[in-house]
């Protein structure tokens, strides 16, 4: 008797070889051979697969996922974010949709804490004159950053990520307020100060770190009003979305000074961030590298590859589960 095949899984992008090799011992694994984004070859790709590890450059759409219903038993992503996926059209349809949360958050938090420190330090602009060859002799006035320790920091979104960020915050003696859809107990709190509204949040952010999800309501929410209402020269970092910024709201509170510094790892249009964020010396500019660790990488596509094998073969109802409605 020929032994039951494996199920088929389509994966949209190269990933690390741990996951790549984890993969094929349990599904009969297709490969995206290309180091780009899949784009619309997707739907030919896709056809026949039992499985998808996708990506949060991969657009899920209704029609998509209504095509992709009529084989495909489950999705992934390999991401927190879950902006990319019409989630209402995937729970409709009654296809679990697994991601990665919790792995990433220490390796964000990071990246979180050094763009703060890189912004209130101004060592982009110190790194740039060392490699320009324009570093003369020590001078007592020469670099001068300010010192984020006693400063308030206000972290817009505290789920996983925000967390951890105010873990490490604490270490760096900044005091930690926040705004979250919904307040932590105060076990969670640790002594953090809660605002009921973005606004009172922005008011008191010496430091302001956007880390809430990408949704309809949080688009722009971050917008030239409540810019205008951080303290004057306050330090601008996001590690969440840039959807959630008015881009042109935040060059023109650089430009005039009213941000005094920003530290930026995510962008409203990804790689093609707005040209003038470059020309501004006080930008500290990651490309979108937040959980661009290799332990963090590896154990996002096992924590996703794990929720699919576990859900088509095993009947399993992982914890992981943008929809867990439809498991039940
Ligand atoms: C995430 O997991 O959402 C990261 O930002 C990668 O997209």
């Not at 026949?48 to 999705?75: C, F, N, Q």
């Not at 390796?107 to 490699?131: G, K, Q, S």
Request: hydrophobic content about 45%; aromatic content about 6%; some cysteine.
């Amino acid at each position: 008797m020929t032994p039951p095949s494996k199920p088929r899984l389509f994966i949209t992008r190269r990933l690390p070889d741990a996951v790549q090799e984890h993969a094929a011992k349990t599904f009969e694994m297709t490969l995206w051979p290309e180091d780009r984004p899949i784009g619309d070859a997707f739907d030919q790709w896709s056809v026949g697969m039992d499985a998808i590890l996708l990506m949060a450059t991969d657009r899920m759409d209704a029609e998509r996922l209504a095509r992709l219903r009529t084989h495909v038993k489950a999705l992934a992503t390999y991401s927190v974010g879950n902006e990319h996926i019409d989630l209402q059209a995937a729970t409709r349809l009654r296809l679990p949709v697994f991601f990665t949360p919790d792995v990433l958050s220490d390796a964000v938090a990071d990246i979180a804490m050094m763009l703060i420190i890189a912004a209130a330090r101004d060592t982009t602009r110190a790194e740039a004159i060392l490699r320009n060859g324009e570093w003369g002799p020590w001078s007592p006035t020469a670099f001068l950053g300010r010192h984020p320790g006693g400063r308030r920091l206000g972290l817009y979104g505290m789920g996983r990520i925000g967390q951890a960020i105010a873990k490490r915050a604490r270490g760096f003696d900044l005091a930690i307020h926040y705004h979250n859809r919904t307040r932590l107990s105060s076990a969670h709190e640790q002594g953090a100060q809660y605002h009921a509204t973005l606004d009172d949040l922005m008011r008191v952010s010496d430091v302001f770190c956007v880390a809430a999800p990408a949704t309809p309501t949080t688009r722009k929410s971050v917008n030239a009003a409540r810019i205008a209402l951080l303290p004057r020269g306050a330090i601008f970092t996001n590690i969440a979305r840039g959807d959630l910024v008015d881009e042109d709201a935040l060059i023109d509170a650089i430009t005039s000074g009213h941000i005094g510094a920003a530290g930026l790892d995510v962008y409203a249009r990804e790689p093609n961030l707005d040209p003038r964020f470059k020309s501004l010396p006080n930008t500290t500019l990651l490309p979108h590298i937040g959980s661009a660790a290799i332990e963090t990488r590896v154990a996002m596509g096992l924590l996703a590859v794990d929720a699919l094998a576990n859900f088509i073969l095993r009947g399993e109802k992982p914890r992981n589960c943008l929809n867990p409605e439809v498991l039940h």
